[in-house]
């Protein structure tokens, strides 16, 4: 088996296996979902209760992220995994020049 290689891709293995597991908990058993939220799970639905339908998409979304997650931790992959997008957004936000008069003093800001 497969390991991660590094600590990015640790974290995210351990937050894509337990998404995974309860986004198929949900979709075998959306009432035992909904206990695990401490939730009750009315036994009569009032007239447009989509509480039926939020539970299957909600638990799709969160099976389908947790396997992303588990195999873009088992790949390696570097552009996914935490860091990659904030260093890129990061990086750029310090390239970009700082708020100095010419005398090189800050100006003040009216943030």
């Not at 293995?13 to 908990?25: H, Q, S, Y």
């Not at 979902?33 to 039926?52: F, I, K």
């Not at 099976?63 to 588990?70: D, E, H, P, R």
């Not at 088992?74 to 750029?92: H, I, K, T």
């Amino acid at each position: 088996m497969r390991l991660p290689r590094s600590a990015p891709g640790w974290t995210m293995a351990v937050i894509g296996v337990p998404a995974a597991v309860l986004g198929a908990v949900g979709l075998v058993s959306p009432t035992a979902q909904l206990s695990l939220l401490g939730l009750a799970a009315p036994g009569e639905r009032a007239a447009g209760d989509s509480t039926p339908a939020f539970m299957t998409a909600s638990s799709m979304a969160a099976l389908n992220m947790g396997v992303y997650y588990v195999l873009a931790a088992l790949a390696d992959w570097r552009s996914f995994l935490p860091g990659g997008p904030c260093r890129s957004g990061c990086s750029r936000a310090r390239s970009s020049p700082s708020p100095r008069s010419a005398g090189g003093r800050r100006t003040s800001s009216s943030v």
